[in-house]
């Protein structure tokens, strides 16, 4: 498993359970309740309407209604609202009802419209016990009428609308709170797409700052330590001189040939630019390049040897792209701060890893140094040089030697 995909894992198993949203009491919710409360009302008075048309007058059942059930039904206006109230005050009502003789249909209609809130609406324990008490109340109340007006007791039509209700009413909220958890879980993904997108261009610009020091260093380094040396001999040496600058002007063209290559690549939208590792390992010149490299610098009047110990073969091109550019800022870093120092550069192969020393003695007296104010050496190419060895699970030290030298060591391991 790899650290990203451990890290997404561990953010889904952090997500907590998500709540349903409670419904919003607009406008139209409103309105709605009240054509619900009517519709139960009139619903409900069919039953005690024929019965009063049948018998004549006006039966005690169809007033118990028009009293109880004209309560239940205003209450449920505000069963979004309010659904606990609404539920128990439905309930009683619905429940008198019940006891009165009332048919189950409209005696009930209120009460379970208000089950069916009260569990869609209600977090799932709470929802649960409201809606097991208003049913429990219910089908007590439908075993009177048996009792005193001798009728068949409508117990179980009675309990199986209560529960039918509640039964809907869950599975609503059961809705709510999946669509709730979609729209969570996209948000997180776009949030994450975010967050991944600034991290690349984090990575790109990291990239793009360390290949323009890769390509600028060098030759920069060459280009001042030349003309440092240009100005010491110019009234001595005058052919010297010339030499110098020559070779001075050979290393400007050259690293204005580097950069425009690149910032020409970068431009192109149809060639993206890869800069670490796939472009830039491919195209450094590798360890086949260290003695041409350490031959520029001996053209610079460096006394630079270059010597391979141990099985080298074998190693990737990021391999090989690392050390390369470690030899080159070393050697750069040599040729800037101790001028005319003799310097090893020295490639030891091992069966666990491959390392490269590159180590200067002090630099002699009186020999000419970049200027000091030089914006080259600023002291990230070292910094770079560590985060590329750490991405192949290398390591990278520096440090002064005992005669006042700088050694630079760069162990990579085998097999990355």
């Known amino acids: 498993m790899t650290p990203k995909t451990r890290d997404a894992k561990q953010s889904v198993d952090n997500v907590s359970p998500v709540t349903a949203p409670p419904v919003p009491r607009t406008t139209a919710v409103r309105a709605a309740d009240v054509l619900l409360a009517a519709g ?56 008198a009802l019940l006891a009165a003789g009332v048919g189950w249909v409209g005696a009930i209609l209120p009460a379970a419209i208000a089950i069916y809130t009260a569990t869609s609406q209600l977090r799932r324990p709470g929802a649960v016990w409201a809606a097991v008490s208003s049913i429990a109340a219910l089908v007590c109340a439908s075993i009177v009428p048996a009792l005193w007006l001798h009728r068949e007791p409508e117990t179980v039509p009675v309990a199986l609308m209560a529960a039918a209700a509640g039964a809907f009413g869950d599975a609503a909220r059961n809705r709510r709170e999946y669509l709730a958890a979609a729209v969570e879980r996209a948000e997180r993904a776009e949030q994450s797409r975010d967050e991944e997108a600034r991290r690349r261009v984090a990575e790109d610009r990291l990239a793009i700052a360390r290949e323009l020091h890769d390509i600028i260093a060098h030759h920069v380094a060459v280009v001042n330590i030349q003309t440092a040396a240009a100005r010491s001999l110019i009234g001595s040496d005058p052919a010297g001189a ?164 700088f050694r630079v060591r760069v162990w990579l391991p085998r097999g990355m």
Not at 56 to 63: D, F, I, Q, S
Not at 307 to 332: I, K, N, S
Not at 395 to 402: D, M, P
């Open 242 to 405: 010339r030499a110098a600058l020559e070779q001075a002007g050979r290393s400007a063209q050259t690293v204005l040939r580097d950069m425009g290559s690149m910032l020409g690549a970068l431009r192109s939208a149809d060639s993206p630019v890869e800069l670490e590792p796939a472009r830039a390992a491919e195209e450094a010149p590798g360890l086949g390049g260290l003695d041409d490299l350490a031959a520029s610098f001996r053209d610079l009047g460096m006394d630079c040897t270059v010597t391979r110990e141990g099985p080298l073969g074998g190693l990737t091109p990021d391999h090989r792209f690392v050390l390369y550019r470690a030899a080159q800022e070393a050697l750069a870093n040599a040729a800037k701060h101790a001028p005319g120092a003799p310097v090893v550069v020295r490639l030891t192969g091992g069966d666990r890893g491959v390392e490269l020393l590159v180590e200067n003695g002090p630099a002699p007296a009186g020999a000419p140094h970049a200027p000091r104010n030089s914006a080259v050496g600023t002291g990230h190419g070292l910094g770079g040089l560590r985060e590329r060895a750490s991405a192949l699970g290398g390591r990278t030290s520096t440090g002064t030697t005992t005669n006042g030298g």
């Open 40 to 95: 139960a009302f009139l619903a409900g008075a069919i039953r005690p309407l024929l019965e009063w048309e049948a018998d004549g007058g006006v039966p005690a059942l169809l007033l118990a209604y028009l009293v109880l059930g004209g309560a239940a039904c205003t209450a449920l206006v505000l069963r979004t609202a309010r659904p606990r109230t609404v539920l128990a005050a439905t309930t009683a009502a619905s429940a």
